[in-house]
């Protein structure tokens, strides 16, 4: 029997990378798939990639409008949230001086935020054995020079993932968070040979993480198989941060 089989999931961020991976992994194992993103050319590329039970719902995350628009389409075309995992996110760097009011926005807007008003619109449509993943990162517990907003960010997730779970615990909800360390996706696109290659000589595994890698322990936490493991980080890294 499929691991998912007859399961509702959201995975927002769901056009690309992690995200993308999240989603074709969920269809393959049994559920139904709502995946977010803000351009709808890239969401109809994802959706055609992924095949399956698959649906799309294009709007920005920051916006309360388009978050109130996107769970008042998975009601009216659901009913119910028995996945949420949370990949939307932003990274980008700056040093202490070039730091400015509008680098922190655009950081926190998206990555804590969104998270925020994210959950707590999804909770309502949830019930007892649901289960939430936020992707967090190896960053919100590491020194990461230039990354600091970031990172800060990050540790946001890990210690909203902890508080919530205490909170959602008497309703049978479980949250936990997912904490790659470097990966090979878009995002890492622009990245040099150079900076590839020093990164993943700091990996005891010598190599970044795959997207399909992170996407197997997603499933992992969202599924019946992690039923007794709540309120913690799952860190997906290579040995990097042992």
């Keep these: 029997m499929m691991k998912l089989s007859g399961k509702i999931a959201l995975v927002t961020g769901g056009s690309s990378g992690i995200g993308l991976a999240v989603a074709q992994r969920f269809v393959q194992e049994g559920a139904r798939v709502f995946i977010t993103g803000r351009r709808e050319a890239q969401l109809a590329e994802a959706v055609a990639l992924i095949g399956g039970d698959v649906e799309a719902i294009a709007g920005d995350m920051t916006r309360t409008s388009d978050l109130e628009r996107l769970f008042d389409t998975l009601n009216a075309r659901a009913g119910r949230l028995d996945i949420l995992v949370n990949s939307s996110g932003v990274s980008e760097p700056a040093s202490l001086e070039e730091t400015t009011e509008e680098h922190l926005d655009r950081i926190f807007n998206l990555n804590v935020r969104a998270m925020v008003l994210t959950v707590h619109h999804a909770v309502r449509l949830m019930s007892e054995g649901s289960s939430i993943v936020l992707l967090g990162s190896i960053a919100g517990s590491i020194a990461n020079p230039g ?26 909800i479980r949250v936990n968070t997912l904490s790659p360390g470097p990966t090979d996706t878009p995002m890492f696109s622009q990245a040099s040979d150079e900076v590839r290659q020093t990164l993943s000589a700091r990996i005891p595994a010598k190599r970044l993480g795959h997207s399909d890698e992170v996407a197997a322990a997603a499933l992992f936490l969202a599924s019946d198989e992690s039923s007794y493991i709540s309120g913690t980080e799952l860190v997906i890294d290579g040995g990097m941060t042992a």
């Design 147 to 172: 990354y600091a907003a970031y990172s800060a960010s990050k540790a946001a997730v890990r210690s909203y993932a902890r508080t919530w779970n205490s909170e959602l615990a008497p309703r049978g």
